[in-house]
């Protein structure tokens, strides 16, 4: 990846500011609240997948869920159906 398209990248994405050092760029996820220094080699080396799974360092998780034998993910449910998983009764196996 280029330089410039991390930088547009991040500059296109709500959450995510960065700060040109000596060395390489220092992103931040405002959202998450994570800091990462990406090197000039670790950004021409891989691509921007990789480089905004490291920024996020394992922050930016989806939840599932398993009701009536379909999963679906939590991230898209409106407020009350989030509620609901909430006041749900969790056992553990």
């Known amino acids: 990846m280029k330089l410039d ?3 547009g990248w991040l500059d296109e994405h709500e959450g995510w500011e960065y700060e040109a050092d000596e060395n390489g760029l220092v992103v931040r996820n405002t959202s ?3 800091l990462t220094h990406c090197t000039f080699d670790a950004i021409e080396k891989n ?3 990789v480089l905004t799974a490291a920024c996020t360092q394992g922050k930016d ?3 599932i869920t398993r009701v009536t034998g379909y999963f679906s ?3 898209g449910w409106n407020k009350g159906k989030a509620a ?3 006041d749900r009764h969790k056992s553990s196996v």
């Open 5 to 7: 398209n991390l930088k």
């Open 32 to 34: 998450l609240g994570t």
């Open 47 to 49: 691509p921007i997948e």
């Open 61 to 63: 998780v989806d939840h």
């Open 73 to 75: 993910k939590t991230s």
């Open 84 to 86: 609901e998983l909430r």
